[in-house]
């Protein structure tokens, strides 16, 4: 068994953003229940023990709001969260981690690129590395994850690329700001202990024969929902940048998510990493009624799905 829990689901900076007047950032703010933190999902096997996709900045007020995640009553310190895995640099990926610098152990599972981010940057050493280790994954070899005392989860997960770019900040520094460098934008395949399957790529430029067949018959994919259309934060005057520069693929149109779905098989879909730009965060827009007609649907903190 797999058990998922949706911490947040929205892109970078939430919805509302702290300085966004969209119409979906108006909108969440006069109903706060339409709002959303930035893009993240617990899983556990036994429900006891629970590891995090990414650490996005709203961490500390998505584990408070998630029973599962809380101190066990009888422990003066807990913490059921046994690790985090992070797909990629990005600050809303990493940036909670530095919420997380109280003491209690958990592992650190990412690609060396993503490490190296970390250690090139001084502040993540509020981590003591003895109580959270930084473990190397690399490309398509799968991995156990293990409890901070070397016990078995049953559960395994391999790293897999998908089209990408590295992270925006990394823009005019050493490491660049390329398309498709390894390590830089990671998809997760992960396997429960009695075989059941699910994925989680909250970010993807485009949609190859690889990814195709990777995810073909899968029984849940979360999957980069960022963009309704490519051009839709140039047309709704929020900023000069597609979908495509920034490293993701849009939900509608022929070469979109949608239609690149159709024939995979995929029983549940469910779009996370959604942007405050994308009317289909509205849940009486045209947009969310398409997306849902095509058997998806649209991760909310606080949403289970139990494979």
């Not at 590395?129 to 994850?145: A, M, T």
């Not at 559960?155 to 498709?180: M, N």
């Amino acid at each position: 068994m797999l058990n998922f829990v949706v911490l947040g689901g929205a892109a970078g900076g939430g919805v509302p953003q702290w300085n966004c007047n969209c119409p979906t950032c108006r909108a969440a703010r006069a109903n706060p229940a339409l709002g959303d933190g930035q893009a993240s999902v617990a899983f556990s096997a036994d429900g006891e023990n629970w590891f995090l996709v990414n650490a996005s900045p709203d961490i500390r007020q998505q584990i408070n709001e998630t029973p599962e995640l809380h101190p066990k009553e009888a422990e003066l310190r807990h913490s059921p969260i046994a690790g985090v895995i992070l797909t990629n640099g990005e600050v809303d990926a990493v940036a909670g981690l530095l919420s997380m610098r109280e003491g209690s152990p958990f592992g650190i599972w990412a690609h060396e690129r993503v490490l190296s981010l970390l250690e090139d940057n001084s502040i993540f050493n509020v981590l003591d590395r003895e109580k959270v280790p930084r473990i190397p994954v690399g490309i398509d070899k799968p991995f156990p994850l293990t409890l901070q005392d070397g016990s078995p989860t049953g559960i395994s997960v391999t790293a897999f690329e998908v089209p990408g770019k590295s992270a925006w900040y990394l823009e005019g520094t050493a490491h660049g700001h390329q398309r498709d460098v390894t390590g830089d934008t990671l998809g997760l395949e992960i396997t429960g202990p009695d075989g059941a399957k699910a994925f989680v790529i909250t970010a993807c430029a485009g949609m190859d024969a690889a990814l195709e067949e990777r995810l073909r018959g899968a029984d849940l994919v979360f999957f980069d929902g960022t963009l309704w259309t490519d051009d839709e934060i140039i047309a709704a005057g929020l900023g000069p940048k597609t979908g495509q520069r920034m490293g993701h693929m849009s939900m509608a149109g022929t070469d979109g998510v949608i239609e690149a779905f159709k024939g995979l098989d995929v029983t549940r879909r469910i779009f996370i990493h959604v942007n405050n730009s994308n009317p289909a965060h509205l849940p009486d827009s045209p947009e969310r009624k398409t997306l849902e007609r095509a058997g998806w649907d649209i991760a909310r903190h606080g949403q289970k799905v139990t494979l």
